[in-house]
């Protein structure tokens, strides 16, 4: 029987191996951009106190193979400087002192210190990924802690069922490989923090209370949900109070210590709020109460006294079935042994998965994109369902050997190993047959399905390098381009979301997540996918979540036959400009040459359509500010417009514009053309 120690190291250390080997499979979270930078600028301020990086070599060009985790370049190894593609001289130390806000920095300067580390210095990892080292660091480190204290708490076969349940929960397996700035560090810091109060209780150690003050920082730090475990931490106590603590001088101030602890780990970590603490943390909370309050909630999931169902049915639906059923056979034993036999730490356990949970749940209150915002969770139900295997265990042993139902019991996980092993690297779209996976998600229209929160982008790129032909161009759907890092692509493809042609078709490779509501979000979407073939798609559950099309001629899902809409007539309105064509014809485009003369420049505009005049079709984008059309630039301009449309069935085009004397209701001559 091997001891709790190594157990620990070797599970953790499995964990991260296999993180490790499949680092490079998964792409960067879409927040990327707002902390990577952010950490390099604060931790190069704190390493040479400089607020630029002018004692950095000037970074070269180079194009990093997305396929492989090691430094690939097309340029010698010994010519890849070791400054990251993050640590750009237009976001400096002093850029982040005017713009920073909303989450804190510690995990972003944590994760850039470890690229610093494995691509900087010993030049292991590539850039990108090496960042990512961090969360897979800490994520195997929580799958250790659990099985340790699980193992501490309820025997050794619950500590493994623990851990076994935590590395192979989808959502927390596929972050810990890319959401390493906040989510995986939160829940991890989390974890550790009550790990480390209930040690400091069970031991009355200082040492562990203080380190539990270094965990809280480390967790506020990063995000303010940290600030919840106050609705665990003292429940439990009250449930737990030893009088002889407060005998104790110096244990009664290592305990009065951890929020000041924490605070000043907070404080000292974030350069931004040192000219104004008071004021800077005044908005950081305001950022908070924003995110986390709404009037928005489907009402499709307000439940009982209007609590918010969704996060509970995301739970429901993206647990795997083996965890969920030894989970609830756990929460049920926790609660027994909190009212029959005033187990304590069974009640720690127990707020820790309640709390998180209800703070989402309460009226009033939001998540959104699923449960990654609150995964602190997920640990807390992984121990439950080792207790719940171990109990099952126990209630069996008349008719199975403990060693035999153990046996048993580690194999009912190989169906969700296997699942996760189809899916990869996509996990975090899974969800189980209590909805039918994926597709039945889709079905459902739950919010959020098929979300990849841009993982799966490496891959869209990877077929791309491949495929296609030297100096291809390459624009997103709609998404930001530091979604990509640009040294994926080869040197020679120009990435560039300006290269959007729209119907004049000049064959950019275009790249889109594909997920719930993005149907109709802007032009561009609807075109490509109502009209063009994808060229490469990635799959779940026979769901598309991500497709690559080639916006050419020969990709047209028909041919393009357009005609001019003759009888196509024009009568100026109220809010702007009706066109009557007479008859229900699908749009192709509208042209419109106007005047600019003695007219108000135009502040804003959309079109909608109409086949009876009665209910109307918002068209995506809001012109001028919205370039419908990149290639064509802004829109109107110079005298003319170009309106664009996806084939809409329609007798009715409405121009509305503000205000109501703008230089486009001053038409000269208007075409409208139409698919036959």
Not at 429 to 456: C, E, Q, R
Not at 497 to 504: D, E, I, M, T, V
Not at 529 to 553: A, C, Q, S
Request: hydrophobic share 45%; glycine share 8%.
């Amino acid at each position: 029987m091997i001891s709790r120690k190594i157990g620990t190291f070797l599970i953790a250390a499995t964990f991260f191996i296999i993180g490790i080997i499949t680092l490079s499979h998964y792409g960067i979270n879409w927040d990327t951009i707002n902390h990577l930078p952010r950490g390099q600028a604060y931790l190069n301020y704190f390493l040479s106190g400089l607020r630029d990086y002018s004692n950095l070599p000037k970074w070269k060009p180079y194009w990093q193979n997305p396929k492989n985790l090691l430094i690939d370049a097309d340029i010698p190894k010994n010519e890849v400087t070791g400054r990251s593609y993050y640590q750009s001289n237009a976001t400096t130390f002093d850029w982040f002192m005017d713009h920073d806000g909303g989450h804190p920095p510690a995990s972003d300067i944590l994760s850039a210190g470890f690229n610093r580390i494995f691509f900087g210095k010993l030049r292991l990892v590539n850039d990108i990924d090496a960042y990512r080292v961090y969360g897979i660091f800490l994520a195997a480190s929580l799958v250790g802690l659990v099985f340790w204290w699980g193992s501490e708490i309820y025997g050794s076969f619950a500590g493994l069922l623990a851990a076994i349940s935590l590395a192979l929960y989808p959502l927390f397996w596929s972050e810990s490989h890319f959401n390493t700035e906040k989510d995986i560090p939160e829940t991890v810091f989390w974890a550790f923090t009550l790990f480390s109060v209930w040690r400091g209780v069970t031991k009355k150690s200082i040492k562990w209370f203080l380190l539990s003050g270094v965990f809280f920082g480390l967790a506020l730090g990063t995000k303010f949900n940290i600030l919840f475990s106050i609705f665990v931490i003292l429940p439990w106590l009250v449930f737990s109070f030893k009088k002889d603590i407060l005998k104790n001088i110096k244990l009664t101030l290592a305990v009065l210590a951890v929020p000041f602890i924490g605070i000043a780990i907070f404080i000292a970590s974030w350069p931004y709020l040192w000219p104004d603490i008071a004021g800077r943390i005044t908005k950081v909370i305001g950022f908070y109460k924003n995110i986390g309050l709404t009037a928005d909630l489907n009402v499709r999931f307000l439940g009982p006294f209007n609590m918010n169902t969704y996060p509970l049915q995301w739970i429901l639906y993206t647990t795997p079935l083996i965890i969920l059923f030894l989970f609830i056979i756990g929460l049920l034993s926790a609660i027994y042994r909190v009212r029959k036999e005033k187990d304590k730490v069974s009640l720690l356990i127990l707020l820790w998965f309640i709390v998180p949970v209800a703070r989402v749940s309460w009226p009033g209150t939001t998540v959104y994109g699923g449960i990654r915002q609150i995964m602190e969770f997920i640990p807390a139900m992984a121990i439950l369902a080792g207790l719940g295997g171990s109990a099952l265990r126990d209630w069996f042993s008349f008719i199975f050997q403990k060693k035999i139902f153990a046996f048993l019991m580690i194999i009912c996980f190989i169906p969700i190993l296997l699942k996760l092993i189809q899916i990869h690297p996509n996990e975090n779209v899974y969800f189980n047959s209590l909805i039918g996976g994926l597709a039945g998600a889709k079905k459902m229209d739950i919010p959020s399905w098929g979300n990849t929160f841009g993982a799966v982008y490496r891959q869209g790129v990877r077929w791309i390098n491949e495929n296609a032909e030297p100096g291809a161009r390459v624009v997103l759907n709609y998404e930001l381009m530091p979604n990509i890092p640009l040294i994926w692509f080869r040197q020679d493809i120009v990435f560039s979301n300006a290269q959007r042609s729209g119907f004049l078709r000049e064959g950019e490779y275009s790249i889109a997540l594909i997920y719930d509501g993005i149907g109709n979000r802007s032009y561009y979407d609807s075109y490509l996918e109502k009209l063009v073939e994808p060229v490469y798609t990635v799959k779940v559950d026979g769901v598309d979540i991500l497709k690559v099309w080639k916006n050419d001629e020969l990709h047209l899902k028909v041919p393009w036959r357009e005609g001019l809409a003759t009888s196509a007539e024009m009568k100026k309105m109220d809010f702007g400009l009706r066109f009557d064509l007479g008859e229900v014809k699908k749009l192709s485009k509208i042209e419109i040459d106007y005047s600019e003369l003695h007219c108000k420049p135009l502040l804003s505009a959309y079109l909608q359509v109409s086949t009876n005049g009665i209910k109307w079709e918002i068209l995506p984008g809001s012109l001028p500010r919205d370039w419908l059309i990149p290639v064509l630039g802004v829109q109107p301009k110079d005298g003319k417009f170009i309106g664009p449309f996806v084939g809409q069935e329609a007798k009715y085009i409405d121009l509305v514009f503000f205000p109501k004397d703008a230089c486009l209701g001053k038409v000269k001559n208007f075409r409208v053309y139409v698919l036959k």
